[in-house]
């Protein structure tokens, strides 16, 4: 089996790449960060992330598990002192897997420039570079509302522990297929209105959002952000690819939810 190790950088993760990358070599494992079956993550979600999009091109073939040296992570729930044990699994234990759906991302522009796809794995945000976002929210081939505020927030089930619930999104179980579309302070008075809740969209439904005037936007894809202009639409829906976690021991998602945000023991 061939592996990979994708470190934060500090000092303790990247001893504990080194460590790790020693045993599992011992155990016959072959490091290739090129077309690795497994990435071990080790720092936060935040590097999981990383190694995301260092791999998505081979999601079907790449399991990624992750190591937290920092606080709990829902990514990342394996801790430092567990270095031992997480190698016996890899290297001696049949993989499992589970699945976390993604969000598909397709750009299309009003001038030549081809359309962009992207995949994220927390969310996507939309925002205008200057002054307000002004668009046309359409779902599933209907005009559903006008949005007029900072932005929007499309995100995954998995995502949604993250940017999507420091701004009042609901906690989506990673089982479920969907996406939820969370706005950004929305400008609502006499004139514009928007639905104001968050919203959650099964597979098969296309959100579209379509600027009302020429605007730069900011689109960010997890912790990737990029200006896009002459931008006709932004298509969001639930990917048909997804990422695979390799899994050695259960370890509940409300149990993480609960760890990560509530318990104080
Ligand atoms: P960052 O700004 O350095 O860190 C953002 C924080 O979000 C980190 O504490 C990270 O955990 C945590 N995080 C990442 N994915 C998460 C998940 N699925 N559930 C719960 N927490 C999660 O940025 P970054 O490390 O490059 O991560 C990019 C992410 O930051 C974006 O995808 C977005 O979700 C998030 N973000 C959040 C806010 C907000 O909450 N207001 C604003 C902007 C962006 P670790 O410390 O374990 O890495």
Redesign the pocket.
Known sequence: MKFAIES?GDRLSDTLKHKMKAYLTDFELTYDDETPDIVVSI????????AFHRYQHRLSETAFVGM?T??L????DWVPEEVEKLVIHIAKTPIQHIEYPLIEVIVRYSDEKKEERFL????C?VKAVEGSLVLDVNIKGERFETFRGDGLCL?TP??????????GGAILHPSLEAFQIAEMASINNRVFRTIGSPLILPKHHTCLLRPLKEMEFQI?I??LSGFHDNVSSIQCRVAEEKVRFARFRPFPFWKRVRD?FVAED
Not at 43 to 50: M, N
Not at 158 to 167: F, I, Q, R, V
């Open positions: 934060r720092g936060g979600d935040g590097t999981l992330l990383h937290h920092g606080h992570g829902f990514y990342a994220a794995m927390n969310e945000t995100s998995s995502g949604s522990t993250a940017y999507n619930k420091a701004l960010t997890d912790h990560a």
